[in-house]
């Protein structure tokens, strides 16, 4: 029992602590001088404890629910967990209710710390009703239906809410028996904890339960008076009902149970973890599956999954084809590669558009470490090309990371999606003499060039003043090379011509602005050292590269510029024609433009424009790179002079 002499050391040792000076925080060890003060962190007398909600008046899924909530739960080291009722299903038979308590315990000792159990109407209750349910079972599997203990500095008590094995009519049967309640003040009175922890499955501080004696057994803890914290369950909804007197209450959600429709935010899968300090309590829910236990992603399965996220896994050879008469046929390999030592299952699906015939849509399988494969894949177009047709193989390689705790497989898919080249192929046209690509400032024409270490870019062009970025003939993306008709920079700039070399873009302004709306000629140049800039022959700029061409695999397109994945972006608003790309520096002076250019040895692709092959424009070189024309981009008759 609690002499009055040991209330009073109680209070006296509690006053103490309140107004004894704090010990002085020690500084760090400093290796270096600072400005900043830093101090280690004060000694602190704590535990950790953990608390579950009910498991229990939901479906059979909420075994798995409560496995994973233990395996968590134990990441956290907790002193013990404690439990606030309804752990099995019950309401049945003597032989189902065992399987199930046993189901329960095996799932709950797998806790590394001890566990408490408190009693819920599911855990005691039988059907049909009985005057003695299972409580005779639950004393003998589970334990007391009321007890308490001390843990360093805190009791805790846990109390039995079902003493009628009923609780639909609370004013008469859910009240607290004289005997439980004479037991508690006992147990608060042997007590010299200085703090108190009460479990309970029925929150009888609800306003569901007024009319119950509640009102008494919380004058039993207020005049007590040490701080106290009380835990229930039953409603599956968490809660923070706040502190009344010295009491603080709160109810705990789910761990298993059914979520109720009435507050599905704060009805969930959670446990609680609690850290008790003698003059502090803290709590945070950690909804089941957020906490992750420290050595769950090793350094070896992320060094292999960042291999296999910078190889190139997949690789597209060869291209289909498509033009204006449709059918067109062609055939590529895709191949696959395992470049690390894991095997890898994967996937592979082929997207065309509709009316194409392909060979195979799909394949799936497994790559040991080191193999590669090849699969063929005979590709028909559909009806005439009415716009470029996007052609595209995805592949997901499955990285099997090692298994979880529990030997769980872990998977994580790396997927890469690769465009199938498709080549324009010509067939028949209609003539367009005198003809130039017309363009609104949406369209533009596409071109695919291998990586050059030298060029020259020209082309006659026409079009208002600039304004904004437009793009005239460019593929920069941090790479690469083009003119633009705008700068950005400026409301009305000038054309301006940029090569990226040596890990730096060399800018090319012209430095005059002539009459707009007229043809001219333009033409940027790079010979490994030197880029240069000419408008109508003259030499506009030139600048010198610390290194060679930073060249990209991004398209070329005539009319505007690329963005990373190869998409038209900064349109120009005008018309282009005659334009050519060479693999040579052709200027490095001045020189006279002339107006119709011819193909020659050193000639990547000319567009002259003067046959329409609906979204096809025809390179007039050998090297067969006819552009697909995008957006309503056109070749158009009579737009020269």
């Known amino acids: 029992m609690r002499t009055s002499a040991t209330l009073l050391a109680v209070c006296l040792a509690a006053l103490l602590a309140c107004t004894a000076a704090p010990a002085p925080a020690q500084p760090v060890r400093a290796g270096t001088e600072s400005q900043s003060t830093l101090e280690a962190p004060p000694a602190s007398e704590s535990f950790t404890f953990v608390v579950m909600g009910d498991r229990t008046g939901g479906p059979r899924s909420g075994v798995k629910i409560l496995e994973r909530a233990v395996e968590q739960a134990g990441l956290f080291s907790p002193d013990f967990t404690m439990t606030v009722g309804d752990m099995i299903e019950g309401y049945g038979p003597a032989a189902p209710w065992l399987d199930q308590m046993r189901e329960f315990r095996a799932i709950m000792d797998r806790l590394e710390s001890p566990w408490y159990p408190v009693a819920g109407n599911h855990d005691v209750y039988e059907r049909p009703h009985t005057p003695t349910g299972h409580v005779e079972l639950y004393k003998q599997h589970f334990g007391p239906l ?189 191949r696959l590669n395992n470049p690390i030592e894991k095997t890898l299952p994967y996937t592979l699906e082929v997207r065309a558009p509709e009316g194409w015939s392909l060979s195979r849509t799909s394949a799936d399988g497994t790559l040991q470490p080191g193999e590669q494969i090849e699969v063929p894949i005979r590709g028909t177009a559909g009806e005439p090309a009415q716009e470029p047709p996007a052609v595209e193989v995805l592949v997901a390689m499955d990285y099997p990371y090692e298994p979880g705790p529990n030997g769980e497989e872990r998977v994580e898919p790396v997927v890469r999606t690769l465009s199938i080249p498709v080549e324009p192929v010509l067939a028949g046209g209609s003539p367009t003499p005198d003809g130039a690509l017309v363009l609104g400032r949406r369209g533009a024409a596409r071109v695919d060039l291998p990586r050059l270490e030298t060029f020259t870019l020209e082309a006659w062009v026409r079009g208002g003043p600039p304004s904004g970025r437009q793009g005239l003939m460019t593929k920069t993306e941090s790479s690469g090379y083009g003119v633009f008709w705008g700068d950005a920079s400026a409301d009305v700039g000038v054309p301006t011509g940029y090569v990226r070399a040596g ?30 800039f000419f408008v109508d022959g003259k030499l506009q700029s030139e600048a010198t590269a610390d290194g060679p061409l930073d060249d990209n695999d991004l398209p070329l397109f005539l009319g505007a510029d690329t963005d990373a994945n190869g998409r038209p972006l900064s349109f120009f608003g005008g018309e282009i024609d005659e334009a050519r790309v060479s693999g040579v520096a052709r200027y490095t002076s001045d020189f006279t433009p002339t107006r119709d250019l011819s193909p020659d040895a050193d000639t990547l692709a000319l567009y002259r424009f003067e046959r329409a092959h609906g979204v096809i424009a025809e390179d007039s070189s050998d090297s067969g790179r006819h552009a697909w024309l995008l957006n309503g981009a056109e070749a158009e008759g009579d737009r020269r002079p």
Request: aromatic share 14%.
């Open 146 to 334: 009321y007890y308490s203990f001390e843990h360093e500095f805190a009791l805790f008590v846990v109390l039995y809410t079902d003493e009628s094995l009923s609780w639909t009519d609370p004013p008469r049967d859910q009240n607290m028996s004289p005997e439980q309640m004479a037991w508690l003040r006992e147990t608060l009175s042997g007590s010299d904890a200085q703090r108190v922890f009460v479990f309970l499955h029925h929150p009888r501080w609800f306003p569901y339960y007024r009319g119950s004696n509640w009102d008494e057994v919380h004058a039993i803890f207020a005049a007590d008076g040490r701080p106290t914290d009380a835990f229930a369950g039953h409603m599956h909804v968490y809660r923070d009902d706040g502190l009344r007197d010295n009491v603080h209450y709160r109810a705990m959600a789910l761990t298993g149970g059914f979520p109720v429709r009435q507050a599905t935010e704060a009805s969930f899968h959670h446990f609680a973890v609690v850290r008790a300090r003698p003059e502090s309590v803290s709590i945070a829910l950690v909804p089941i599956d957020a906490v992750k236990p420290g050595d769950l992603f090793t350094g070896e399965d992320l060094n292999q999954l960042a291999r296999l996220h910078r190889s190139a896994f997949v690789s597209v050879d060869g291209s289909l084809a498509a033009g204006a008469l449709g059918g067109e046929t062609g055939e590529v390999t895709v």
């Open 503 to 532: 890990g730096r873009y060399l800018v090319l302004p012209a430095d005059e602005i002539w009459t707009w709306d007229r043809w001219t000629h333009v033409a940027l140049t790079f010979d490994g050292r030197t880029a240069r």
